[in-house]
């Protein structure tokens, strides 16, 4: 007999299932999703409720056919809805903040490169496709002297002359394309309105836009141009200006390496001139140098050691040094470190000038041979002059005096006194000459001797006072108190007051007076003067008065005895000793020669200063 089921109604209040099942299913999802929110996306969520929506009856029906339970799966059902749906609504809340300062952020970063592309020195550009300009920063707007909404929508090549405006201008595209995968810096030039000449280069990528967007950065390089022509012909002028020195000329660098040499240079290096090229190092150039025919005649046989010293010119300045060479020549050599470590260096060629020093000397040492024997022949003369001579005066100042007998006739005696006159004034003329040449070439200025000016000076006026009686000069000695003692012979300052206080008394009227004076200068320099009140001598004599045989002409002085070796030998004297001879003359009103001896002459000085 078949089963029979009482109706479902009937099973579920006969169960009496309890309400908390329901609502522990409930708590178990709400628990769920609140557990898994952190990490639930909107698809996710919608996956979620629209699995809630059948899952949840399709149990609660197979639970009441299957097992007779009825179970109400509204209660969970609609709280698996409600979470997932607030969930869903915070996340899109959520997603539109971040959204919105996402997009914040994106104006902001735009507005920042904005500014940094219109900071930007260089002027950039982007452009579609067919080459027209999307934007332009503010570079561009100086570049092209348009502003920026007048750019937007101008075609580039409108904007530039050139090889590859006419490329662009042909198909843009192209141009472009080729432009990017090339990485090449075109060069081209800017057709500005206001007919300015700006030279530029300019560079071309593409972006990764959805549309093909070209970004085109173009430099003005026409200062650069400008200075980099200024630099060349600075170069230019620099090499032709170093090309026509007429001295040797190199620049080496702080790598010892060659960055600049002349013609002359490589002409002094002879076989090795082939090695002055730009790079070169010295110490290659100068070994191979010393190993040619012009090499210098130091280096022979010590070519590495004469490098070494050469490279050291590199750090240690030196004096500048003459070099002998193989082949003759001579060069003055002065290499100089430089500050960055390099090394300058000027070659000159002295041959020349050593070739005209070598005659020179060997002049100086034939006039030198040609003086000597001139004075050996004159002190050999001397005697011979001056035994004969004295015979003659001596025997005429016999018959003078007629210690023989009487002349007789007047007319003798006349011609005896002509005899010791022209005898005694030739005598006076030779002694005259001797000392001159003894002047020359004897060194009388010893400084050990130790020489008073009072003494001389009083010897002086005792021996030439009779002549200055014979015309009433009348001569005075004025020597500073305290006068220190002078390191000279005797007999050298001696002769210079007796030349100079007989060359007063010979141009000084009849009745003057000749001062001599001795003295102690503020700079401690002893010196002696002679004044006078004769004739003066002109300032264009001067210069004259103290060479060898010089006379002055004139009607007022042809009256005058002498060879004119006074002053010179004064002038000899003086050089010998290291002093100084000075002249303080006016015409007609006299004149006052004064000489100064080195104050290291004055015995006190020298003593103070051992």
């Known amino acids: 007999?078949?089963?029979?089921?009482?109706?479902?109604?009937?099973?579920?209040?006969?169960?009496?299932?309890?309400?908390?099942?329901?609502?522990?299913?409930?708590?178990?999802?709400?628990?769920?999703?609140?557990?898994?929110?952190?990490?639930?996306?909107?698809?996710?969520?919608?996956?979620?409720?629209?699995?809630?929506v059948v899952v949840l009856p399709t149990v609660s029906a197979l639970a009441l056919l299957s097992a007779g339970v009825l179970l109400d799966a509204s209660f969970p059902l609609v709280v698996l809805l409600a979470l997932t749906g607030h969930v869903a609504a915070v996340r899109v809340r959520e997603q539109g903040i971040v959204r919105r300062r996402q997009e914040a952020m994106l104006v902001r970063q735009g507005v920042y490169m904005r500014q940094v592309v219109d900071a930007s020195f260089d002027a950039i550009v982007t452009v579609d496709s067919q080459a027209r300009i999307v934007t332009a920063n503010a570079g561009a707007e100086r570049l092209f002297a348009e502003p920026a909404d007048r750019l937007v929508g101008t075609r580039i090549d409108a904007l530039l002359t050139g090889a590859w405006a006419e490329a662009v201008r042909l198909h843009a595209e192209g141009a472009l394309r080729d432009a990017v995968r090339s990485g090449r810096v075109v060069a081209a030039a800017v057709d500005r309105s206001d007919d300015a000449a700006v030279r530029a280069e300019l560079t071309v990528a593409e972006t990764a836009a959805e549309e093909r967007?070209?970004?085109?950065?173009?430099?003005?390089?026409?200062?650069?141009?400008?200075?980099?022509?200024?630099?060349?012909?600075?170069g230019e002028r620099l090499r032709d200006g170093i090309e026509r020195i007429t001295d040797g000329f190199a620049l080496f660098g702080p790598d010892r390496r060659l960055v600049i040499c002349n013609a002359r240079f490589v002409d002094m290096l002879g076989e090795a001139g082939d090695l002055a090229?730009?790079?070169?190092?010295?110490?290659?150039?100068?070994?191979?140098?010393?190993?040619?025919?012009?090499?210098?005649?130091?280096?022979?046989?010590?070519?590495?050691?004469?490098?070494?010293?050469?490279?050291?010119?590199f750090v240690r300045a030196s004096e500048p040094r003459v070099q002998e060479c193989l082949d003759g020549r001579w060069f003055r050599i002065d290499e100089r470190p430089t500050a960055e470590g390099g090394l300058v260096g000027v070659y000159s060629d002295i041959t020349e000038l050593k070739w005209r020093e070598m005659e020179m000397t060997e002049a100086m040492l034939r006039a030198e041979a040609a003086s000597s024997a001139k004075s050996a022949f004159l002190a050999n003369m001397s005697h011979e002059l001056r035994t004969p001579l004295n015979a003659v005066i001596g025997f005429a100042d016999l018959m003078n005096r007629e210690l023989f007998g009487p002349l007789g006739n007047d007319h003798y005696r006349a011609y005896v006194a002509d005899i010791i006159d022209s005898g005694t004034n030739l005598l006076s003329m030779i002694e005259a000459i001797l000392e001159f040449s003894r002047s020359e070439h004897a060194s009388l200025a010893d400084?050990?001797?130790?020489?008073?000016?009072?003494?001389?000076?009083e010897a002086v006026l005792r021996d030439v006072g009779p002549a200055a009686e014979d015309r009433s000069i009348r001569i005075t000695a004025d020597v500073q108190d305290g006068m220190p003692a002078i390191s000279v012979d005797e007999t050298v300052l001696y002769q210079i007051l007796q030349n100079l206080v007989t060359n007063a008394i010979k141009f000084s009227p009849a009745g003057s007076t000749v001062l001599v004076r001795g003295?102690?200068?503020?700079?401690?320099?002893?010196?002696?003067?002679?004044?006078?009140?004769?004739?003066?001598i002109p300032p264009d004599l001067i210069d004259k008065v103290t060479q060898p045989f010089w006379q002055r002409q004139g009607p007022l002085v042809r009256d005058h005895s002498g060879v004119g070796l006074g002053l010179a030998i004064v002038k000899s004297h003086v050089d010998a000793l290291g002093g100084e001879l000075r002249f303080d003359s006016?015409?007609?009103?006299?004149?006052?020669v004064t000489v100064l001896l080195p104050a290291s002459r004055a015995v006190g000085a020298a003593a103070a200063a051992g």
């Open 1 to 52: 007999r078949p089963r029979h089921h009482p109706p479902i109604q009937d099973r579920v209040d006969g169960q009496g299932l309890a309400p908390w099942f329901e609502l522990a299913v409930a708590v178990a999802i709400a628990l769920a999703v609140i557990a898994a929110s952190p990490v639930l996306g909107l698809t996710t969520l919608g996956l979620i409720s629209g699995a809630g």
């Open 277 to 313: 090229r730009t790079g070169a190092r010295f110490d290659t150039i100068m070994a191979r140098y010393a190993e040619t025919s012009r090499a210098p005649v130091d280096a022979a046989g010590r070519t590495d050691a004469w490098v070494g010293e050469r490279v050291a010119a």
């Open 586 to 592: 006016e015409v007609d009103e006299g004149t006052t």
């Open 213 to 234: 967007v070209f970004v085109i950065v173009l430099r003005d390089i026409s200062a650069r141009l400008d200075a980099e022509a200024a630099a060349q012909r600075a």
């Open 447 to 457: 400084v050990e001797a130790e020489t008073r000016v009072p003494q001389v000076a």
């Open 519 to 536: 003295f102690l200068a503020d700079d401690g320099r002893p010196g002696v003067s002679v004044s006078d009140h004769g004739i003066g």
